[in-house]
């Protein structure tokens, strides 16, 4: 053989190898990690993120992170953003549109997870209700891991509230856990389980929540190092706190009550807690090292009830931000150790974002406010009252949905000078800015108009409004509770950027890092991680989130 055609005999080996690479699908992960932040805002990264040493800076800065992510429907709350995010569809097709809805047969408004066919299994004091996954219209992720994968994958979420763990878990799961104040403790569904789950009750007896009564929130950073003025105008902390740091963990009396529970769950304690009940589930079911691919979901409530009372430029939320940044990371360094660096995939995001304080936007120049669902009813019943003579017509209104009676609807769909009458009424009310018959989203989206098109997207029939109303940019809806100003300092549930947009990070196994700037939503989160898992989710809305997949060879290449 001459050099020459041993140099090239030595080149089609090399590509022949290159080849087999590539044409070997990449194991899936052995570990899928689904994390929530509620109410994390995707500019929080910008703002805070540079002073986050620990598992969220790993994961910007070694992972995919996709800058302008956004919901892009109208609902955006916690129930809907949920089974967005475990589902990959859109409230139009999983059909959770709200935290909770009026349920036409029942004539009452039902929480998202309300379920009268199962009950609560109890780790701490028994407790009634149920909560389960029943109305969940789709399969999640977890779901179709089970299902799917040829050895079915053990699923373990948890969070503080119950229609968190339940949407990230889905239909099944090893273990979904949430706290219920009303128990003192942590409790699971008999959709899940006919007994406690031997480890969480392991884990919730030698860690009782009550151990951290008389504890103290106070700044994890040095005091100069917070953003923002500590008692910022128009923050409403419970009535058991001040607008300033320190924050005590007290009951009313000698023993945990209602109050402790409520700042338990509105601080940082409770996210370490569910970072070491994690860390727990992972040891205990060896999850991410079996032969097959598992499923832990964790949603951190504290930052969605921190963010309500002291609104997003706080150095509350920058605190609860700082502190999740270890808890995360104490999590991470877990994984890398149990189920080994390289082998696991991580996907963070959140539910929805949050506006800013109505009362810190309004010296900017910023007209904004809270939105009295009570005036909106109002001006729907006086002009339904004067378009079709004296009569109850209002069945009730709440967040964006306005319910009427079934007699009335049937009218207004024969009427249509009715119909201009009332949607004209509802728009008058200060502080909306759009009103829709929802029958008629489907031609005002068609013709490009986008507060339908958001609307239409989180609609689904039987479980919204018969009326859509929206609020105006820097508004969010209030429910009247007697004072002069109701609702909390700041809230979320509209169209509008600051609630819309999310970070997406992904990390890990499969993932290719970078900042990725094209405009994706969380609904591509499952269909992305299914697709590292080589399984088919049935009803997702998103796509693959393609640009931040690493070349299968690429991955065997780093794992030698
Ligand atoms: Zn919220």
């Not at 128009?234 to 945990?256: N, Q, R, S, Y």
């Not at 669902?373 to 009252?385: H, I, K």
């Not at 008629?440 to 239409?456: E, I, M, N, T």
Request: hydrophobic share 45%; with cysteine.
């Amino acid at each position: 053989m001459t050099a020459a055609v041993r140099r090239a005999a030595a080149a089609f080996l090399l590509l022949l190898a290159a080849a087999a690479v590539h044409a070997a699908p990449a194991p899936p992960p052995k570990l899928v990690v689904v994390i929530v932040v509620d109410q994390m805002r995707g500019d929080y990264i910008n703002r805070y993120g540079f002073q986050w040493t620990g598992g969220l800076r790993r994961l910007v800065d070694g992972g995919a992170w996709f800058r302008r992510a956004a919901y892009p429907y109208l609902t955006t709350v916690t129930c809907a953003g949920h089974a967005t995010i475990s589902t990959g569809a859109f409230p139009r097709t999983h059909g959770v549109v709200g935290n909770s809805w009026f349920d036409r047969g029942l004539g009452a408004t039902v929480g998202c997870t309300r379920d009268a066919t199962v009950s609560t299994i109890s780790y701490a004091a028994p407790v009634q209700g149920g909560e389960g996954p029943s109305s969940i219209l789709a399969a999640t992720l977890s779901d179709e891991l089970r299902t799917q994968m040829p050895v079915p994958a053990r699923v373990v979420t948890m969070s503080i509230k119950e229609r968190t763990a339940i949407t990230l878990a889905g239909h099944r799961a090893d273990a979904a856990t949430w706290f219920n104040p009303a128990a003192g403790g942590f409790v699971t569904s008999s959709a899940y389980t006919s007994a406690p789950v031997p480890f969480v009750a392991a884990f919730t007896k030698a860690n009782p929540v009550t151990a951290d009564l008389g504890k103290v929130w106070t700044r994890m950073l040095p005091a100069g190092r917070y953003l923002f003025a500590d008692a910022g105008r128009g923050e409403k902390p419970p009535p058991f706190w001040t607008a300033e740091f320190p924050h005590a963990l007290e009951a009313k009396g000698e023993v945990p009550d209602a109050q402790f529970f409520e700042a338990w769950e509105s601080s940082p304690f409770s996210d370490d807690y569910l970072g070491r009940l994690a860390i727990a589930s992972v040891d205990a079911l060896k999850l991410g090292q079996g032969t097959g691919t598992d499923f832990l979901g964790i949603s951190f409530s504290a930052l969605d009830l921190v963010g309500h009372d002291f609104g997003p430029a706080s150095h509350e939320v920058q605190d609860t931000l700082a502190r999740l940044d270890r808890t995360i990371g104490a999590l991470l360094d877990h994984l890398d150790r149990t189920a080994g660096a390289g082998n696991y995939v991580i996907a963070l995001t959140a539910d929805h974002g949050v506006a800013p304080i109505p009362e810190q936007a309004a010296p900017f120049g910023i007209d904004a406010g809270r939105l009295d669902g009570a005036l909106v009813r109002q001006a729907a019943q006086a002009a339904l009252a004067s378009a079709l003579g004296p009569g109850s017509y209002v069945v009730r209104s709440q967040y964006s949905d306005l319910i009427l009676d079934p007699d009335v609807v049937e009218k207004l769909r024969r009427d249509p000078r009715a119909l201009d009458e009332v949607l004209r009424a509802l728009r008058a009310v200060p502080g909306v800015a759009a009103a829709f018959f929802a029958e008629q989203l489907d031609a005002h989206a068609a013709a490009g108009d986008r507060y339908a098109r958001a609307a239409l997207l989180s609609y689904y029939p039987g479980r919204s409004g018969d009326v859509i109303v929206m609020p105006q940019p820097y508004w969010f809806f209030v429910a009247a509770d007697g004072t002069a100003q109701p609702g909390s300092a700041t809230s979320h549930g509209t169209m509008y950027g600051y609630d819309q947009k999310v970070p997406i990070l992904l990390f890990g196994k499969g993932v290719k890092p970078g900042e990725y700037a094209r405009v994706v939503t969380p609904a591509d989160i499952a269909p992305t991680l299914a697709y590292l898992c080589g399984v088919t989710l049935a009803h997702a809305d998103g796509e693959v989130l393609g640009e931040a997949l690493a070349p299968a060879a690429q991955a065997v290449r780093r794992e030698r």
